[in-house]
């Protein structure tokens, strides 16, 4: 069974930064974030290839936020600079070895979440 962990989240004030990473379960996965705020649907934050030549993100955090991988490694990071208080959810990484989506259903393993609060 395949299984992604999740790690880096915490409390940080606005205007700051964390780095969430996840461990993929190969480097030939298409990896993605997504976040769920409290009261609110599951939503796409950013995706990367395989490769890394082919990056997405919301447009709600284009600009802060940076989706990056170490195939080397494994792991897939997510650097959120900049962070608001809305960006406060829980961060699920997500993989598919077929698709690179920002379209949850077609994401195939999923991690446990990691909390993400910013504070005001």
């Known amino acids: 069974q395949v299984q992604l962990v999740e790690s880096g989240g915490g409390l940080v004030q606005a205007g700051g930064s964390l780095r969430l990473s996840c461990t993929a379960p190969?480097?030939?996965?298409?990896m993605g974030w997504f976040r769920q705020a409290p009261g609110k649907e599951r939503e796409f934050v950013s995706a990367?290839?395989?490769?890394?030549?082919?990056?997405y993100y919301a447009d709600s955090v284009k600009g802060r936020f940076t989706i990056s991988r170490d195939n080397a490694k494994n792991t897939v990071y997510l650097q959120m600079n900049s962070l608001k208080p809305e960006d406060t959810a829980v961060y699920y990484c997500?993989?598919?070895?077929?698709?690179?989506?920002?379209?949850?259903?077609?994401?195939?393993?999923w991690g446990q979440g990691t909390q993400v609060t910013v504070s005001s």
């Open positions: 990367t290839s395989w490769t890394a030549y082919t990056t």
């Open positions: 997500a993989a598919d070895r077929d698709r690179l989506t920002t379209r949850e259903e077609s994401y195939a393993y």
């Open positions: 190969g480097r030939t996965y298409n």
